[in-house]
């Protein structure tokens, strides 16, 4: 059995991933448990899992969760938020879900990555800020990177095992690959009119059509941003050049990925929209273990249907697809850029319209000569995030 860390433990990812633990009992010890401050969800999963260590990074959290396992008697570890990287560097954990959204699952994920782990990458936005540094990392620690996200993991099963084993450094004519063809729902917002974007509050965006996702990734499955960062993360993951990458609208979200081939033939993966799918793929180490996730029906599906992005629509998107060969600079900015947007817009402090403009601002406003290194990459997550905030702060959008 291999010992599991679940980064992201009590959010949707966390849940997937449990579930399929649950299925597979003999493949896996959770030995560690990460969250942010959810401490009635950890308290349960340590009662059920009883991983040897568990964390919270709020520090509050952290002394309510420790009052609940000393009642339960529960010989769980707690340990401070300043040991976590240690521990994901020990030889106490074998493979690593890093599922922790956004730019805080940086760190981590490249903790486990210096340390040689087998990482099953859910955090997209670790490769959007740090890209080539991140799979230089790989190679030079010999991690093992397996792709989670839907579309990522379709793509890696639609490929030769050549491809599976080059993560990173694909070559991806060489192998007879045309172009990776990356599908997206199109969000709630599909079909709404333009005219009454102004007026989308948070709770009708989080409202996704097929996928149960938390907040930010939904608003940005609203607006497509989580498409663009993908498309960001596709990139680095499979060494695209800007005429092998791209994004087709599928409402219906059972192809989640393709590739197209040389002699014209195109491979997909198909399934029903459930995370627990590429999550036992990579846990089963590319082999078909038990997920706990419905067969798809296909009698139960009127058709599929394929449309090309409206950027109009999209404006999130475009910017994404147009920083992603700019450099690593304008990924990070980007992505730091909208995270604040997104949060203000769930704040109600700004409209649903107004998440690309601020990002766009933001671009156009920091230029930076190209950072050669992970700390140099978070400042400029930092100088971003202030430069959206005072935006917001300022109305200058």
């Known amino acids: 059995m291999k010992n599991l860390a679940v980064l992201g433990a009590t959010g949707s990812i966390g849940d997937s991933t449990l579930s399929v633990c649950r299925h597979n009992p003999d493949l896996y010890n959770v030995q560690f448990l990460y969250a942010a401050s959810n401490v009635e969800k950890m308290h349960s999963l340590c009662i059920e899992f009883k991983p040897k260590y568990v964390a919270l990074s709020n520090t509050k959290a952290a002394l309510a969760l420790s009052s609940l396992l000393n009642e339960s008697q529960l010989d769980c570890q707690i340990i401070p938020e300043h040991e976590v990287l240690a521990l994901l560097g020990s030889d106490e954990v074998d493979s690593v879900m890093a599922a922790i959204v956004g730019a805080a699952g940086l760190k981590t994920t490249l903790a486990s990555i210096y340390a040689g782990k087998e990482i099953f990458l859910a955090n997209k936005e670790s490769l959007v800020m740090s890209g080539a540094l991140l799979i230089d990392a790989v190679n030079q620690h010999g991690a093992t990177l397996w792709p989670v996200d839907s579309e990522h993991n379709a793509i890696f099963q639609s490929m030769s095992p050549t491809l599976q084993n080059e993560i990173g450094r694909c070559d991806l004519e060489a192998n007879g690959v045309s172009k990776i063809l990356l599908t997206g729902s199109g969000g709630p917002f599909l079909d709404k009119p333009l005219d009454e974007f102004d007026a989308i509050s ?43 990458l791209q994004v087709i609208i599928h409402p219906q979200s059972v192809i989640h990925s393709m590739v197209q081939y040389q002699d014209g033939s195109v491979i997909s993966q198909m399934g029903n929209p459930d995370m627990r799918i590429p999550i036992a793929h990579v ?92 700390e140099a990459l978070l400042e400029i997550d930092k100088i971003a995030r202030s430069t959206a905030f005072n935006i917001i702060h300022r109305g200058e959008f």
């Open 202 to 244: 948070p709770e009708m965006a989080i409202k996704h059509p097929n996928w149960s996702m938390g907040p930010k990734i939904s608003i940005d499955s609203a607006t497509m941003m989580n498409k663009g960062l993908e498309y960001i993360e596709a990139r680095w993951l499979f060494n695209t050049k800007k005429d092998q």
């Open 283 to 374: 846990m089963g180490d590319n082999s078909r273990i038990k997920s706990g996730a419905k067969p798809f029906d296909f009698f139960a599906t009127d058709s599929f249907t394929f449309l090309e992005p409206d950027y109009k629509r999209y404006p999130c998107l475009k910017l994404a697809i147009q920083t992603c060969y700019e450099g690593q600079n304008s990924t990070t900015i980007l992505n730091a850029a909208n995270e604040i947007a997104v949060q203000a817009f769930l704040e109600k402090k700004i409209k649903f319209t107004q998440i690309s403009n601020i990002v766009d601002s933001v671009l156009n406003q920091l230029t930076y000569p190209a950072a050669s290194s992970i």
